[in-house]
């Protein structure tokens, strides 16, 4: 996002935001998949790993295609993007299908697994702009506090 003077936060993300999503995503998966089996029953838990694993596919294929995209030629992407999209939701579509025809869902457990990279994309980029925010908007005067000199810097906090 471009910012300006008067716009007091901006969003920047860097090279390796996608990876640390899908790590994140990862982990709170497996922390949430761990906790459910104490609180659902087995096909719940299920529903929720499989949900997570759906999400984490669909993300890293996600991820693939971009990286694709920004090194082949305009005239290329268009009919890739149209052929992985068309296997990619019909792998998807025979998954779903299959789960839900040969198991009991948890339907509440699985749109939780499906949801939960948006989940951790919302939190991490909420964060960093809260962040950014913050480091704006709190002033640090540069006087002596009690005898202590104070060193602040233009970044923030």
């Excluded at 090279?15 to 029953?41: N, Q």
């Excluded at 929720?48 to 992407?77: N, P």
């Excluded at 993007?81 to 068309?86: E, R």
Aim: charged content about 15%.
């Amino acid at each position: 996002m471009i910012t300006d003077d008067k716009t007091k936060y901006s969003l920047s993300l860097d090279d390796g935001f996608p990876d640390r999503v899908l790590k994140t995503s990862l982990y709170l998966s497996l922390m949430i998949i761990v906790c459910s089996l104490s609180y659902l029953s087995l096909m719940g838990t299920v529903s929720v790993a499989v949900g997570c694993f759906i999400s984490l596919i669909l993300y890293k294929m996600l991820w693939w295609m971009v990286q694709y995209a920004v090194r082949h030629k305009r005239s290329e992407i268009k009919g890739f993007f149209l052929k992985v999209s068309l296997v990619k939701y019909g792998i998807v579509g025979a998954m779903l299908l299959s789960f839900c025809l040969f198991c009991e869902v948890n339907v509440i457990a699985l749109a939780l697994g499906l949801g939960m990279v948006l989940i951790v994309l919302v939190m991490k980029i909420g964060s960093n702009l809260l962040v950014n925010y913050m480091n704006k908007s709190i002033k640090v005067s540069s006087q002596n506090i009690g005898g202590i000199p104070v060193n602040s810097s233009k970044k923030g906090v």
